[in-house]
């Protein structure tokens, strides 16, 4: 298996431009988790997904942020309209019920001028 | 609050020798531990768990002590390597129904 995939690598965009992250789990995996990752903060949780539906977005920063998975393979993060306190490195993970263990993605790293 | 820390942000080590890095951790209800590795440019990767009703679990030149009575988490890594040099996370998890919290990290910098 490839792992988890995520795309873009770097995203460089404007403030006020909406951005879309990208995430493919690993196949058969039912969790999936969207982490941003700063210097000052760590990293945070801000939503998972259990098999394909949303279980806990209490993380999501500001109604700027959704996330959406319509199936099982795919889910993207989406900021609109982002700002330059959006710079971060965002990553996707997933796990299998029954095995505790998250894969992680190599992240998206987001600069927001 | 609950919340998983480290004791030290960064921590140098000779190549070959023994490194150990700390984490403490508030929710005595916690019941599983997680040590994440994350090299420059890549994603956390799990190294070792153990869960609450043991002390210790040890993988191949890596082990985990867990000290509950002063909420206690520890990884050894021996003889570290220079592919050892990253930055280690712990995180905490209550039960399979709730969040897992990373900590902040700790760096481990490798001398030659």
């Known amino acids: 298996d490839a792992g988890v995939i995520q795309s873009p690598r770097h995203e460089v965009t404007e403030m006020g431009q909406e951005v879309t992250l990208r995430c493919k789990p690993i196949?058969?995996?039912?969790?999936l988790f969207w982490y941003r990752q700063t210097m000052m903060r760590g990293l945070e949780l801000l939503i998972y997904?259990?098999?394909?539906?949303?279980?806990?977005d209490s993380g999501m920063p500001e109604d700027r942020f959704s996330a959406k998975m319509p199936n099982a393979s795919f889910s993207t993060l989406k900021i609109q309209p982002s700002e330059p306190r959006d710079s971060a490195v965002y990553f996707c993970?997933?796990?299998?019920?029954?095995?505790?263990?998250?894969?992680f993605g190599a992240g998206t790293r987001l600069s927001v001028l | 609050g609950e919340s998983v820390g480290l004791h030290l942000p960064t921590l140098s080590v000779q190549e070959g020798d023994n490194s150990i890095i700390n984490c403490a951790y508030s929710n005595s209800a916690s019941d599983y531990f997680i040590w994440y590795k994350q090299e420059s440019g890549k994603g956390p990767q799990f190294i070792i768990d153990i869960r609450s009703n043991m002390d210790k679990r040890q993988g191949q030149r890596v082990t985990v002590l867990l000290n509950k009575t002063v909420k206690h988490l520890s990884l050894q890594i021996a003889a570290t390597q220079p592919g050892d040099s990253a930055v280690y996370f712990c995180a905490e998890w209550k039960n399979r129904d709730d969040k897992i919290i990373f900590g902040k990290g700790t760096r481990l910098h490798i001398l030659p």
């Open positions: 993970a997933s796990s299998l019920w029954g095995e505790d263990i998250q894969y």
């Open positions: 997904f259990n098999n394909n539906v949303p279980i806990d």
């Open positions: 196949s058969g995996h039912d969790y």
